[in-house]
Nanobody, 125 residues
Framework: QLQLVESGGGLVQPGGSLRLSCAAS????????IGWFRQAPGKEREVISC????????NYADSMKGRFTISRDNAENTVYLQMYSLKPEDTAVYYC??????????????????WGQGTQVTVSS
């Protein structure tokens, strides 16, 4: 069964950077599209980015462009989310997930069926 594990979260000061990792065991993560999401307290889960498995194409939510970079390392069986210039409003639990169609990205949270447990990112001085 596909299981995803996020890591790399923590406490960071405003303006700082973090790199989150999404790893899987027992499956080749490079065979799947992977999306990154976040959910702040009291808010709905929102899409950050997705990377396709077909051609490596990346997509970003308009509000996330410029400070977030998604990438994958197939040798490490890991997908990363590099975050720059973090702001307090970036505080949230960050998740990775595989879409229902496995190989193709979707911009809709509801079209992702396989989720990790999330990793907390707190941006505060």
């Amino acid at each position: 069964q596909l299981q995803l594990v996020e890591s790399g979260g923590g406490l960071v000061q405003p303006g700082g950077s973090l790199r989150l990792s999404c790893a899987a065991s027992g499956v080749t993560l490079g065979s799947y599209a992977i999306g990154w999401f976040r959910q702040a307290p009291g808010k709905e889960r929102e899409v950050i980015s997705c990377i396709s498995s077909i051609d490596g194409r990346t997509n970003y939510a308009d509000s996330m462009k410029g400070r977030f970079t998604i990438s994958r390392d197939n040798a490490e069986n890991t997908v990363y989310l590099q975050m720059y210039s973090l702001k307090p409003e970036d505080t949230a639990v960050y998740y990775c997930a595989v879409p229902r169609l496995y190989y193709y990205c979707s911009g809709y949270v509801g079209e992702y069926d396989f989720w990790g447990q999330g990793t907390q990112v707190t941006v505060s001085s």
